[in-house]
C-alpha cells in the first residue's frame, strides 16, 4: 500500500482522525512534491519501456533521438545543455547510438576536444517509428491531451524555478 499512497486512500483504510492530521504534516510523505515527482517520473517511464525496446532504444538514447531529431548535428556539449546531461553521463550512451548504427560521432577539425554527434539514415529512419510513441503513452496513461498540456506546462514552471538562482 505505500507505494500507492499518492492517491488518497479509500475512507475504510483511514483513522479520520490520522489523516486529518497527516494532511496538516509539512513533512507527510503525501505532500512532498518530490516524491509526486519521483513516482511519476518512474510511474511513466516504465510506460515508456516496452514502447521503446523493439526501437534498440533505451529513455536516455529516446531522448538524445528526440533532440536529434529536432536539430542534427548537434555537439555532446549542446545535446547535454539540452538534457540536463553532463558529458560523463552523454559519452557512453553515445557511443552505444553510434555502435547501433543511428549516429556518427564526429571530431572538430578546429577544436579537438568537440565531438559533433548527427544522424545516420538509419537514425533518421527511425523518426518514422518514433512517431508512434506519444499517442501510445497518451493512450496508456488515459488522461486527456489538454491535461497533459497543462501538466507538461506547470511542469517546465517548477524546471525554470527549481533552476533559478536563489534570491
Keep these: 500500500m505505500a507505494k500507492d499512497r499518492l492517491v488518497e486512500p479509500p475512507a475504510s483504510e483511514v483513522n479520520s482522525r490520522d489523516h486529518e492530521s497527516d494532511l496538516r504534516d509539512p513533512l507527510a510523505l503525501e505532500r512532498q512534491v518530490c516524491f509526486a515527482l519521483v513516482v511519476a517520473s518512474r510511474s511513466v517511464l516504465s510506460i515508456y519501456r516496452p514502447l521503446l525496446e523493439p526501437m534498440g532504444l533505451t529513455h536516455p538514447q529516446y531522448l538524445v533521438m528526440l533532440a536529434l531529431w529536432d ?15 553532463d558529458s560523463p553521463t552523454l559519452s557512453p ?12 560521432r564526429t571530431r572538430s577539425n578546429d577544436d579537438e576536444r568537440r565531438l559533433t554527434i548527427e544522424l545516420t539514415q ?4 527511425l523518426r518514422l517509428e518514433a512517431l508512434n510513441v506519444p ?9 486527456e491531451l489538454s491535461e497533459l498540456e497543462s501538466l507538461h506546462a506547470a511542469l517546465i514552471k517548477v524546471i525554470a524555478a527549481a533552476r533559478a538562482p536563489e534570491k
Design 93 to 104: 550512451l553515445l557511443k552505444r547510438l553510434a555502435d547501433a548504427g543511428l549516429v556518427t
Design 71 to 85: 536539430q542534427s548535428p548537434l555537439s555532446v556539449r549542446e545535446i547535454g545543455d539540452l538534457l540536463g546531461l
Design 135 to 143: 499517442p501510445a503513452v497518451v493512450a496508456r496513461l488515459g488522461i
Design 122 to 125: 538509419r537514425g533518421r529512419d
